[in-house]
């Protein structure tokens, strides 16, 4: 059951160090100071996120076959090599401009409130407790990404086909948060973890009201992109491992 | 209110608000004293944030964006008080971003490698400290409350960037190196970041005397040195200053000369990343700008949808 | 640059209540084009480090404030009313506390 936890409780730590990791490229390049500190701030809550999780997943390893070397935070995040992530690819999109980082942070956010608020009945009290201080900061993205798509949707002629444009970059990646596998059905049936199929109704009603409000059109569901839980992932992922291991990778060993 | 009992109320440890009578030439001066160092808070941001992506563990990830998110709040609060003397920030930004204002010179060299973001916190934001707090005091009240707000944040950002060196310093040989790369690069042009020798410093007495500044550069320059010389040779880092020496007699280290025509090189844009800077600034202006325009006329219309 | 609309977003005042038991203190203040999005940024840009827990922000056009041309108008008409300060109330030396 460790083995599982561990490889479950990876997949919520490696989707927030993603997301944390690119919303970090984005501090001091902001479109006006008070959105560059809103989005930074964001930015160290998926980081604090990423670090509760993979120190979790670390313990749980290391419980599940102890003659691993228990690796905690910084060994799962600067050590593994791109097949062994299994983050959602959402994630892992570039920010591009400000338009489709709202996007992804929008579409990921209503997955995310959702996804913890499930998580905070996990029979695991580990992860109902880091779900539990999560789900707070999760609402807190989702109310910001939110306003942001009614201001982008419902602003100038400009910003409104822009905001279209960034919605239909990200929609493809979306069934990905929801697929069900093995791993999710065993933590679903066991109570630890969350049907994720279960939480689509409610992501499509809170999406599509938001999305209407801000007179934007629900792209459509032409193609799904996944791979992502399984370690497949985009051409861009391996550059941001790339930077975001080199001192790790450079100089092992060593404390910093 | 006349210039005259002006004078005389500031230097009587008064402070001026926002909407009290003053000369205009000290409405100008802090105007540009104030702007200018927004300016260096919001360009200071860049040379750090390089490393955000590439930081060596998660924990320092967090304390380096934390750190540069304080930096983008300290230019906020600045420009806010700049915009109590009847001046608007979009306007003083826009001199940064055609090259028309200045900025901190030290921003406008390269972080090159990781021991560079504890040398900035460090020596560049302990000359900060060194600067500002003595501003915390000033004559004019929102400058001065901003400072209070900025001195108590940036207290923090001194210890993280000491607390890098001496790991590193108590690392591997590699780490050692860049520990004193960091440290041969950084130190001058921390140095230079006081100002101009007091001899070359034109603005300085009428700012002493309105308690604008309440100490000249050189004092606090020596201030500088005097402190952080023994903090580098408490972790075994050399000073990159072959004349540097405790003087029994002064109770102060003597230091060399500095070399103030690369101070004014780099102030006049000759710096290594002087371009670089002002083109992230302006990249990030400008591609913001359709976002700006557009929560512009969201506004409009949910107030005219309100009135209605 | 040039191209740009005119109309910037507005300035915002920022009044922070510390705690529970205590009035809102002027803090700071900031740009916003909304007031949603001004208490947004109040809480990021001033209470990152636990300053409050209860926001105001209001747009510094609708402060009315006195001028300093009217202070001594206002204000100095208060100096000479000493008997509303109950040090102005000698007690014999018996009543310890009052």
């Not at chain 1, 670090?51 to 749980?60: C, D, K, Y």
């Not at chain 2, 140095?191 to 100490?215: E, T, V």
């Amino acid at each position: 059951m460790s083995k599982d936890q561990f490889e479950y409780v990876l997949r919520a730590g490696d989707d927030a160090l993603i997301l944390g990791q690119q919303l970090g490229l984005l501090t001091g390049h902001g479109p006006v100071i008070e959105e560059d500190i809103a989005l930074t701030n964001i930015g160290l809550d998926q980081i604090g996120q990423a670090r509760a999780w993979l120190s979790l997943a670390g313990r749980l390893e290391h419980a599940a076959s102890s003659e691993l070397t228990l690796r905690d935070e910084d060994a799962l995040t600067f050590l593994r090599d791109a097949p062994e992530f299994c983050n959602c690819l959402l994630v892992e999109r570039p920010n591009g401009d400000f338009g489709d980082t709202i996007a992804r942070q929008f579409l990921y956010d209503n997955y995310a409130v959702l996804w913890l608020e499930a998580m905070t009945a996990s029979s695991n009290d580990e992860m109902a407790g880091i779900a539990a201080k999560s789900v707070k900061e999760a609402r807190y993205h989702l109310q910001h990404s939110s306003r942001w798509v009614l201001r982008l949707g419902d602003g100038t002629t400009e910003s409104h086909s822009r905001m279209q444009a960034s919605l239909g970059r990200m929609w493809p990646y979306v069934n990905e948060l929801f697929d069900v596998d093995e791993l999710t059905t065993r933590a679903a049936s066991e109570g630890w973890g969350v049907d994720p199929s279960k939480l689509r109704s409610a992501w499509d009603a809170g999406v599509n009201a938001v999305l209407a409000e801000a007179t934007l059109s629900r792209p459509d569901d032409d193609f799904s992109m996944r791979g992502g839980r399984t370690g497949s992932h985009t051409e861009a992922f391996g550059f941001m491992l790339a930077e975001m291991q080199f001192l790790q990778r450079a100089y092992p060993d060593c404390n910093w | 209110m006349n210039s005259t009992l002006f004078d005389a109320y500031v230097a009587d440890e008064k402070k001026i608000e926002p909407k009290d009578w003053m000369p205009d030439a000290y409405r100008k001066t802090l105007v540009r004293q104030i702007s200018q160092h927004a300016h260096s808070e919001v360009v200071g941001m860049l040379p750090e944030a390089n490393w955000i992506s590439r930081a060596p563990s998660l924990k320092r990830k967090a304390i380096l964006m934390a750190k540069v998110q304080d930096e983008a709040g300290h230019g906020l609060y600045l420009y806010s008080a700049a915009e109590t003397l009847g001046v608007e920030r979009d306007d003083l930004y826009l001199d940064l971003l055609e090259g028309k204002a200045k900025y901190s010179s030290i921003f406008n060299y390269p972080t090159q490698n990781w021991a560079d973001i504890g040398a900035i916190g460090w020596l560049v934001d302990g000359a900060a400290i060194m600067n500002q707090v003595p501003l915390c005091k000033c004559s004019y009240g929102p400058y001065a409350r901003a400072m209070v707000r900025v001195c108590k944040e940036e207290s923090f950002h001194q210890r993280q960037g000491f607390q890098i060196m001496l790991v590193m310093t108590e690392g591997s040989a590699e780490q050692k190196a860049m520990a004193q790369d960091a440290m041969n690069r950084w130190w001058w042009p921390a140095l230079m970041m006081f100002g101009p020798p007091d001899g070359d410093s034109p603005n300085s007495a009428q700012s002493m005397k309105w308690n604008i500044k309440r100490f000249s550069n050189d004092e606090l320059r020596q201030k500088f040195v005097d402190m952080t010389v023994p903090q580098a040779e408490l972790i075994g880092l050399t000073v990159p200053d072959a004349d540097l020496k405790w003087n029994e007699q002064t109770g102060h280290y003597d230091f060399g000369e500095i070399d103030w025509s690369e101070f004014k090189r780099v102030i006049k844009g000759g710096g290594p990343c002087n371009v670089e800077r002002l083109a992230a600034c302006n990249k990030a202006w400008n591609d913001g700008a359709w976002v700006r325009q557009a929560a512009t006329a969201y506004a409009e219309k949910k107030s005219s949808n309100a009135t209605r | 640059m040039s191209s740009e609309t005119k109309k910037k977003w507005p300035l915002w005042e920022v009044f922070i209540r510390s705690r529970q038991g205590l009035s809102h203190k002027h803090a700071g203040s900031l740009h916003a084009a909304d007031a949603e999005m001004a208490l947004e940024n109040a809480r990021d840009v001033y209470t990152r480090r636990n300053e409050g827990e209860s926001l105001w922000v209001v747009e510094a056009v609708h402060i009315v404030a006195s001028s300093p041309g009217d202070k001594s108008t206002y204000f100095d008409p208060a100096n000479d009313k000493v008997y509303r300060h109950p040090t102005f109330y000698k007690l014999p030396d018996e009543v310890k506390h009052m």
